[in-house]
C-alpha cells in the first residue's frame, strides 16, 4: 500500500510540482492550501507524514506543526523553511518537527528525508540539542535517528583523551579537521560531558548565511531595524544562553561580524541589531575551521583579538585515512544502522571489500564512509556485501575515472526554449554539473560546495537563482 503524503502549502504551483515528483517515487500525495485546512484534513486520518510550507497565508508552519502534534504527537512533519533562517529551523525542530527542508528544493533530497523519517521510529534532529538524559563514553547523538560511535585506534584514543580533558572546562576551543572529519559531533560530545549539558547546545553553519543576515542570526534584531525585519527575534548567542555556541567554518565572517563576536564575547552581553538594550549572555563557545585561523590572521582574513579569545584550546580531528584501525568498527556500525534504516538484514562483508576499504583514503572522512555503506546496503541482494556494489573511485583507487556524461537533472520537467542564447545554455549547464555532485555526494552540500570549488552560500545562490530564472 502506497505511504499517503499530505501536502500544506499556499503554492499551487509547488504542490503540482510535490506531487507529480512523489507520486513518479511511489507515494500518493494530497494537497490542501492553508493550514486550517492541513490540520483537519490530517484529523480524518490516513496520512502517513506531512510537507507543510513554514510560511502559509493564514498561519505559521510552526502553529500548523502544533496542531498536527496536539492530534498525534508521533507524526512525522516535514517543515519548508528558507535556507537563512536558522531561527525557524531551531524553533520548528524544538516544536516537534522530525526535520526541516530548505529552499529552493531538491526533489532528489526530498526523497531522502522523506524515506528517513518514515523508515524507522521518530528520532527527533536538533540544531538545538537538548542534555542527554543518559550518556555513554562510547556513543553519543550525531543527527537524525543516528549515533556516533568512539573509534578504538590510538589516534582516536588520543582525541578523546583530550575531549576528556577540556571538557568540564570552561575554556573556548578551536577544532580543526578537514570536512566528513566530524567536527559537530566532537563540538557535541564535548557539551554533554560539560556542566552545560542541560542546557542548549546551537550550532550554526557560518558558510551558510549572508554577511547582511549573519549579525541577525547571531544577536537578533529588532522589529523596523531594516527590511524584512517585522518581529522582533532572538539571536543564536539568547537561544544558547546557559549552554554551548558551535560556530562551524567561522573564517568566512565578516570583518564586521567578527568585530561585534570579539565585544559579546568580551563584554558577555548583545544587543540586537536596531536596539540597545543590553542583553546578558552566557555562553561557552567552540569554533571550527577546515583553515588555520592563525594563517588565515597572517592574509587578514581574520582578527587576530578574536583568534586568541578562541583558542584557549585546540584540538585538531585526524582524517580517517590516519585512524585504519577504527574502519573495521566503523564499517560495522554504519552497516548496522543502514540496516535500521532500510529495514534490511545484510549480515557483514567480504573479505575483499574490507580490504578494499583499508587501501582507499577517504578524501571525504566519516562521512563520506557512510555514505559509501549505505550505497552499497541499497544496492545489496545477497548477505553479504560485495565490492562490485562499491562506488568506482574505491574499487579503482589509483586510476582516473573516465569522463562520465552529465546527468540530466530531475528537479523538475524543463520546457525547451524556443530562442535560447548563450547565457540561458551556460546557466543550465552549471546547473546540471551542480545536481550531478549534490548526488554523488548524497545532498552534502559542504562536500559538493568543495568538490566544486565554491563557498556553500554560493552554491545555495546558483540554485535559488536557476529555481527563480525559470
Not at 526535520?99 to 538545538?128: F, H, Q, R
Not at 552529465?406 to 542564447?421: C, F, R, W
Not at 551556460?426 to 555532485?437: C, G, L, N, P
Request: overall charge neutral; charged content about 25%.
Amino acid at each position: 500500500m502506497k505511504r499517503k503524503i499530505l501536502v500544506i502549502d499556499d503554492d499551487v504551483d509547488l504542490c503540482l510540482l510535490l506531487d507529480r515528483f512523489l507520486s513518479s517515487k511511489g507515494y500518493q500525495t494530497e494537497s490542501v492550501h492553508t493550514g486550517k485546512k492541513g490540520i483537519a484534513r490530517f484529523r480524518e486520518g490516513g496520512i502517513d507524514a506531512v510537507i507543510c510550507d513554514y510560511r502559509l497565508g493564514d498561519m505559521d508552519g510552526k502553529d500548523v506543526l502544533k496542531g498536527i502534534k496536539a492530534e498525534n504527537p508521533n507524526a512525522i512533519v516535514l517543515i519548508i523553511t528558507g535556507y537563512s533562517d536558522i531561527k525557524t529551523a531551531v524553533d520548528v525542530i524544538k516544536a516537534g518537527a522530525f526535520d526541516y527542508i530548505v529552499k529552493p528544493l531538491i526533489p532528489d533530497e526530498v526523497i531522502n528525508v522523506l524515506t528517513k523519517s518514515l523508515s524507522g521510529p521518530v528520532d527527533t534532529p536538533a540544531t538545538v540539542i537538548p542534555a542527554q538524559t543518559e550518556k555513554s563514553s562510547k556513543a553519543i547523538s550525531a543527527g537524525p535517528g543516528s549515533e556516533f560511535l568512539e573509534g578504538k585506534d590510538a589516534v582516536t584514543q588520543q582525541l578523546y583523551d583530550q575531549i576528556k580533558l577540556v571538557a568540564p572546562t570552561q575554556y573556548s576551543i578551536i577544532l580543526y579537521g578537514e570536512s566528513g572529519t566530524g567536527k559537530e559531533v566532537i563540538a557535541r560530545t564535548i557539551h554533554n560531558q560539560s556542566s552545560r549539558s542541560k542546557k542548549p547546545f546551537v550550532a550554526l553553519d557560518c558558510g551558510t548565511i549572508s554577511r547582511e543576515l549573519a549579525g541577525s542570526e547571531l544577536f537578533g534584531h529588532i522589529k523596523g531595524s531594516f527590511t524584512g525585519a517585522v518581529t522582533d527575534k532572538e539571536g543564536l548567542f539568547e537561544l544558547a544562553s546557559g549552554g554551548t555556541l558551535f560556530l562551524d567554518e567561522v573564517a568566512n565572517l565578516s570583518p564586521e561580524v567578527q568585530a561585534s563576536l570579539l565585544r559579546v564575547i568580551q563584554e558577555r552581553f548583545v544587543k540586537r541589531v536596531g536596539g540597545n538594550t543590553a542583553i546578558p549572555v552566557d555562553i561557552r563557545i567552540i569554533v571550527a575551521s577546515n583553515e588555520n585561523l592563525q594563517t588565515a590572521c597572517r592574509k587578514g582574513k581574520f582578527r587576530e583579538d578574536l583568534y586568541h579569545r578562541f583558542n584557549e584550546f585546540s584540538i585538531h580531528l585526524p582524517p580517517l585515512r590516519d585512524r585504519k584501525g577504527d574502519i573495521p568498527l566503523f564499517a560495522q556500525f554504519f552497516l548496522d544502522k543502514t540496516n535500521q534504516e532500510l529495514q534490511r538484514d545484510i549480515a557483514g562483508f567480504e573479505p575483499d571489500v574490507m580490504e578494499k576499504f583499508l587501501h582507499y583514503n577517504w578524501p571525504g572522512n566519516l562521512r563520506e564512509f557512510r555514505n559509501v555503506i549505505r550505497r552499497a546496503v541499497l544496492l545489496t541482494r545477497s548477505g553479504l556485501i560485495k565490492k562490485d556494489v562499491l562506488p568506482w573511485e574505491i574499487n579503482h583507487p589509483n586510476e582516473t575515472p573516465a569522463p562520465q556524461p552529465v546527468i540530466e537533472s530531475i528537479v523538475l520537467p524543463v520546457t525547451e526554449e524556443k530562442n535560447p542564447d548563450l547565457k540561458n545554455t551556460a546557466t543550465r549547464a552549471e546547473y546540471d554539473m551542480i545536481m550531478q555532485v549534490l548526488r554523488e555526494v548524497n545532498f552534502n552540500k559542504t562536500k559538493a560546495a568543495a568538490i566544486l570549488k565554491i563557498d556553500r552560500k554560493t552554491l545555495y545562490n546558483k540554485i535559488r537563482n536557476f529555481e527563480a530564472s525559470k
